[in-house]
């Protein structure tokens, strides 16, 4: 449970620009969930990315584009649910040569055309990738795809998604998290965040940290959606995937410990959280 090394926080040049410091794509959003795009977008944005862009459902572009101001927008073919279409994978594959790491799931949907879409993406960029959500969800039974990838892959399940992906139940997981976690990326080959009460960080090499900050009142909506974010960002940044997630994880539990200080665990909600991450940056 040791304070991460912040050592290996990027570094900023006085002689820069927005490029210098990462392009995240965020594959996110349907009908309904357009809030965990915006939270996994904005997060991104506010942890340091130069640039960031937020591939949408067409339907739902309007919506984003009034949201969002720093963010740009991609607007992609939809399917009739208003979920990301299979049929966006080429808009898609032909923008991340612009981008540096793609965070993919947050408020997707468990449509199956958009379920395709995920497994389609992960197979052919040679981008990092950071998996929250339904884009974990995407994998259950299929995990093994995981091992496929060419690139770093950074998934970051609650203990029922967790759970899903292994074929056992939430008890298992809960029982012996950090063996869960430890265990999945040694065999799969990517950085876990186990999220929940002392979130586990495991690396496929077998590091594992415990992490301390945080609190009950994270137990809310969207909060793993700013999660995301930040640990996308950082990768953006040229920060490792296991480094960007140690580092994410402790300062997302230090924002949501000063939210919760001034809102209450009762009253604090995701966005407390990203209006805090200047703060813990800062402080860093």
Known sequence: MMRPRVSKMPRRHKDSHKG????????????????AAYLASQSAIRSGSGLVTLAIPEGL???????????????????????????????IRAFLD??????????????KETMSLV??????????????????NALEGKA???????????????????ARLIGKDKQYVQKDRENVAKSFSIKYNCV???????????????NVYVNATG????????????????VASLIGQGISG????????????KAGDIAAWEKSQFGMIASDILDRLPQVFRDA
Do not use: C, F, W
Request: no cysteine; hydrophobic share 40%.
């Open 192 to 206: 876990t965040i186990l999220k929940g009460y002392r979130t586990i960080v495991a690396s496929p090499d077998g």
């Open 20 to 35: 210098d410091y990462g392009h995240v794509l965020v594959v996110a959003g349907a009908l309904g969930m357009t809030g």
């Open 144 to 162: 093994g795809i995981l091992k496929r990838r060419k690139a770093d892959t950074v998934i970051t399940p609650h203990p029922g998604e967790m």
């Open 242 to 253: 296991y480094s960007a997630s140690v580092i994410s994880v402790y300062l997302h539990g």
């Open 119 to 136: 497994r389609g993406l992960l197979l052919s960029t040679k981008k990092p990738v950071v998996l929250d959500a339904d884009g974990i």
């Open 61 to 91: 572009n309007q919506i984003m584009e009034i949201k969002l101001t720093e963010v740009m927008t991609l607007p992609v073919n939809q399917t009739k649910d208003l979920t990301i279409s299979r049929k966006a994978i080429n808009k």
């Open 215 to 230: 609190n009950s009142g994270m137990s809310t909506a969207g909060v793993g959606d700013v999660l995301t974010g930040m």
């Open 98 to 111: 612009k981008i540096d790491v793609v965070a993919m799931g947050p408020g997707l949907s468990r449509n």
